[in-house]
């Protein structure tokens, strides 16, 4: 009994020292052995025949059997004994069955893919539980190194939340490769995927589209992994609307149309078609509007940069049609466009139903020829031409561009006056003109153009 307790004590009380030593360090090493090098069945049945073998020498240098003792000499070497053997074996069995404790726990979590519950499980074990039960023990020893590679593509996904789309293909190569390495661990690697998956989507909805981007683009493995792609339709038509709507909301219409069209060609059956439909509609409108205005911008000296030589629609205008007044955008000869009715006039095109486009005066017919004589120290008399003051006005629509009406106006006045000037610091301006405008006030050629707007703008 004194030798179970892997102690060699039986050895010692007979004073066999140097053989106590000797069982001792065999003992002690192939205790090292057990607990380091060889955690194995194999190994632990030599440890137990080794065990075995010093309580049956014990048990031959006792006596054996049936040779008896006095009872009280017996009592007296057994208790000391017991005292070293017993705790020993007490020992041993609650680590044994702690061992069993911690694999039935870490199996477990496994079965129900909780790597945090695993691991805790793990931490519990010490090196007297490699010691006693290495073989236990190492049993599940593969389910440490799995959680750690879990948890670190766990982290690539959080990154990928984060704004890191390029960490994406880690975290999925990373499941992956436990997949191939680490049969048994599905589930683990399931909760990571449920884990990433259901925090889709994002509060960053075009962020959102883009993940969704590369789950469809992942080409497929055969595993489990495959399913994060059953994801992108559930997903993808609310980001992509959402998407757009921020675009449109941050007064990017290009991307923002581009985004609802996509939508439409993708999902074209989707319950969110109708949205995405308005949408793009409006930022369609919004870019139609913003290239007006560019036409719409003053070239040099004042003179318009190109709406009135090829005018662009704006679909979110008004239509022309009905009762007016109609708003219009006056655009050109804007001294003659005085005095209108203020009702008729609008400086935002997004608020206007017409635009009028009105030229400079130009030679209408001619009136009247008169002689002059020349002043002091030019040549002889000369003859001057005089012309109606021709005007040319053009009225489009501005929601589809179309000409509504083309105007062309010649305003008549004085002919042949007494007197006429000219003048300039040029020689060829010096001499007296061959043709001139008849004489007419801003006002009355303001009241002409306001009465052949009226029928258009006012019917």
Request: include cysteine; proline fraction near 3%.
């Given at each position: 009994m004194a030798n179970a307790s892997l102690l060699c004590v039986g050895y010692v009380r007979l004073g066999w020292r140097k053989r106590a030593l000797a069982v001792g360090l065999v003992t002690l090493t192939l205790?090292?052995?057990?607990?380091?090098?060889?955690?194995?069945?194999?190994?632990?049945?030599?440890?137990?025949?080794?065990?075995?073998?010093?309580?049956?020498h014990g048990w031959f240098l006792a006596g054996g059997w049936p040779r008896r003792r006095p009872r009280a000499r017996v009592r007296a070497g057994l208790r000391p004994a017991l005292a070293l053997a017993l705790p020993l074996l007490l020992f041993v069995s609650l680590l044994r069955l702690d061992v069993a404790r911690i694999n039935g726990d870490v199996a477990a979590a496994v079965r129900d893919g909780d790597c945090a519950r695993a691991t805790k499980a793990l931490d519990r074990r010490t090196w007297a539980h490699y010691l006693v039960d290495g073989p236990?023990?190492?049993?599940?020893?593969?389910?440490?190194?799995v959680c750690s590679r879990i948890?670190?593509?766990?982290?690539?996904?959080?990154?990928?939340?984060?704004?890191?789309?390029?960490?994406?293909?880690?975290?999925?190569?990373?499941?992956?490769d436990v997949l191939a390495d680490a049969p048994g661990h599905e589930h683990m690697v399931d909760a990571v995927l449920d884990r990433f998956l259901d925090r889709l989507p994002l509060r960053d909805s075009c962020y959102t589209v883009t993940i969704l981007d590369r789950l469809r683009a992942r080409k497929p493995t055969g595993d489990l992994l495959d399913r994060?792609?059953?994801t992108?339709?559930?997903?993808?038509?609310?980001?992509?609307?959402?998407?757009?709507?921020?675009?449109?909301?941050?007064?990017?219409?290009?991307p923002a149309r581009t985004t609802y069209q996509r939508l439409l060609d993708e999902y074209p059956g989707d319950k969110l078609a109708g949205r995405a439909t308005d949408g793009a509609r409006k930022a369609g409108q919004q870019i139609e509007l913003a290239h007006v205005r560019e036409l719409l911008k003053t070239g040099a000296q004042g003179t318009p940069s190109g709406y009135c030589a090829g005018p662009a629609p704006y679909s979110g205008a008004a239509p022309y049609g009905g009762d007016g007044p109609y708003r219009t955008l006056f655009i050109g000869g804007s001294k003659y466009l005085n005095g209108l009715p203020a009702e008729w006039s609008t400086h935002d095109i997004a608020d206007a139903v017409l635009a009028v486009c009105a030229g400079?005066?130009?030679?209408?017919?001619?009136?009247?020829?008169?002689?002059?004589?020349s002043r002091p120290g030019s040549d002889g008399p000369f003859t001057v031409t005089f012309h109606k003051i021709a005007i040319s006005v053009k009225v489009y629509e501005v929601r589809t561009a179309r000409l509504v009406s083309d105007i062309r106006l010649q305003v008549d006045g004085v002919s042949c006056p007494s007197n006429i000037f000219w003048?300039?610091?040029?020689?060829?301006?010096?001499?007296?003109?061959?043709?001139?405008?008849?004489?007419?006030?801003?006002?009355?050629?303001?009241?002409?153009?306001?009465d052949a707007l009226k029928p258009v703008i006012d019917p």
């Open positions: 205790v090292i052995l057990l607990g380091t090098a060889f955690r194995t069945v194999w190994f632990e049945i030599v440890f137990v025949v080794w065990w075995f073998a010093q309580v049956a236990g023990a190492v049993r599940s020893d593969s389910t440490g190194p948890e670190i593509a766990d982290g690539q996904f959080d990154a990928v939340l984060r704004g890191d789309e390029a960490a994406l293909t880690l975290g999925f190569d990373g499941l992956a994060a792609g059953g992108v339709p559930r997903l993808a038509p609310a980001a992509i609307v959402d998407c757009g709507d921020s675009l449109l909301a941050s007064q990017k219409w290009e400079g005066k130009g030679y209408g017919d001619a009136t009247r020829s008169c002689s002059y004589e003048g300039s610091f040029s020689y060829e301006e010096s001499r007296a003109p061959g043709d001139m405008f008849v004489r007419v006030s801003d006002d009355e050629i303001a009241a002409t153009v306001r």
